[in-house]
């Protein structure tokens, strides 16, 4: 059942009897795949619940008055989300979007309620939306992965970035977007991998297909299963390799790790690539340059002081991050700003509305490299060094329960992100002296999809050869 096909149908034919006929408690299933616990000796009968009745009860003309009912699938949209977004948070903070199923969640203080909130939502695997949840397991926050993450990260981020940028240097022109940004994110990928150079365009193809193929369309979804099941071939023997002669990259990690059902397999390496994040750096990367070369004035204040380039990756996933929205599902039946959701509910926590609430950031549409109004506290009052208080990265996950710089653990993955990112925008800074706009250019933003990366594809640059 895809995303949009969420909101909890306790219809007769979706439950195994009505509750309370033999005093036993009961899960069923419903049509979304939701568990629905059934208590023994309840009073409720026949084919629907309370909730669902109130939830259909709701009108379009009740919500939809500002917004057109499909105005976050137009082109506008994936093109420009902030001003429809800015409609959603001024007037609509928990917008019911009937054509997508869902609620959008918009203001800053509810859109980080939601997203903290384990005990009431939950964020579903990948593989929950390809309906494969038995393909492999995620090995993602296993301690010996993230520490050769972190480790191939750290060690690769700057020799890859001035092998780029010196093989560009001597163009004096280039899109940045392409031969940078998104070159980038991919060979770093491959080093954290320590893949075979021969390698490279057969995994970074499957891998995207992959990554595109879990969201609504059918076609995608098929070549996004066909290239899993090819990586999982190709990463076999390999596991094989490293599991005999390991090294500190993340295959090794993986295939070392010893579970109580045995060794782990290359279904697992797959699906724990699958569940990573492999769109901020990417983004964030090629949204930063866009930002700073369509604000030159901001631009020369790094020149000015290299301090200002971490605050600039900070402020551009605030006002420009890449990943727009997460999906959260409700546990349960719960009241939240004004309406009952039901179980199932599928909650969209919009980071672009959010990142540019008023309510918390001063003159939120303007990119100010040294604003300072970034770091604040979260709603529970909790300050954390990463995550929500310079803006929401969904994509990076919540905000880590450890220190700014544990002992036992590596530091986390918003923080290797913004490093990464901060160390190859030096590289640039240094290697690409003038670096400008490229006359008659017109960069920007937008998404090739519903549900994709928001992103600068193209950003023609010129510097002195």
């Known amino acids: 059942m895809k995303a949009g096909q969420q909101e909890a149908r306790h219809t007769p034919e979706s439950r195994q009897d009505a509750p309370g006929q033999d005093g036993q408690d009961k899960i069923v299933y419903g049509r979304n795949g939701v568990p629905i616990h059934i208590r023994g000796g309840s009073r409720t009968t026949g084919g629907g619940y309370r909730t669902y009745e109130v939830h259909q009860r709701m009108r379009v003309g009740e919500s939809t008055a500002k917004v057109k009912p499909n105005a976050m699938l137009t082109r506008e949209y994936l093109e420009d989300p902030y001003p429809t977004l800015a409609i959603l948070r001024e007037n609509y903070p928990c917008y019911r979007d009937w054509i997508g199923n869902s609620y959008w969640i918009s203001r800053y203080d509810d859109v980080t309620s939601i997203f903290t909130d384990d005990a009431n939502f939950e964020t579903r695997p990948k593989l929950w939306f390809y309906g494969r949840e038995d393909f492999g397991r995620d090995f993602g926050q296993a301690l010996p992965v993230l520490f050769a993450h972190a480790q191939r990260t750290d060690a690769h981020a700057q020799p890859v970035a001035e092998a780029i940028l010196s093989e560009l240097a001597g163009l004096g022109r280039a899109d940045l977007a392409v031969t940078f940004a998104a070159r980038y994110a991919m060979e770093m990928l491959a080093r954290v991998l320590d893949l075979p150079a021969a390698d490279f365009d057969f995994f970074v193809e499957r891998y995207w297909k992959m990554q595109q193929g879990y ?163 979260e709603p529970r009052g909790q300050y954390r060094a990463d995550g929500l208080p310079t803006g929401i990265t969904f994509g990076l996950g919540q905000p880590t329960k450890h220190p700014a710089v544990p002992e036992d653990r590596p530091r986390s993955l918003y923080a290797i992100t913004r490093d990464t990112v901060v160390t190859a925008s030096k590289c640039v800074l240094e290697i690409l002296p003038g670096l400008r706009l490229a006359d008659g250019a ?10 994709d990366m928001h992103t600068c594809w193209q950003l023609p640059a010129t510097w002195e050869a």
């Not at 390496?269 to 930063?288: C, F, I, P, Q, S």
């Not at 017109?442 to 519903?450: F, H, I, N, Q």
Request: hydrophobic share 35%; aromatic share 6%.
């Open 215 to 377: 969201g609504w369309s059918p076609k995608a979804e098929q070549a996004g299963l066909d290239a899993m099941s090819e990586l999982a071939r190709y990463f076999e023997p390999l596991m094989e390799q490293r599991r005999a002669n390991p090294g500190d990259d993340l295959i090794s990690a993986v295939a070392g790790l010893e579970t109580e059902t045995g060794p782990t397999t290359a279904e697992d390496l797959v699906t724990t690539l699958l569940e990573r994040d492999h769109e901020t750096l990417h983004g964030a990367l090629a949204n930063m340059w866009y930002l700073l070369l369509t604000h030159p004035e901001q631009l020369e204040l790094l020149r000015e002081d290299e301090r200002l380039v971490k605050y600039a990756y900070q402020e551009t996933v605030r006002h420009s991050t890449p990943v727009l929205e997460a999906k959260r599902f409700a546990r349960q039946e719960v009241e939240r700003f004004g309406r009952l959701l039901p179980e199932g509910a599928l909650l969209i926590c919009s980071a672009g509305a959010a990142n540019r609430d008023p309510r918390v950031f001063q003159d939120p549409d303007r990119f100010e490299v040294n604003r300072k109004d970034l770091c604040r506290r």
């Open 442 to 451: 017109k960069p920007g933003l937008r998404a090739l999809r519903v549900g």
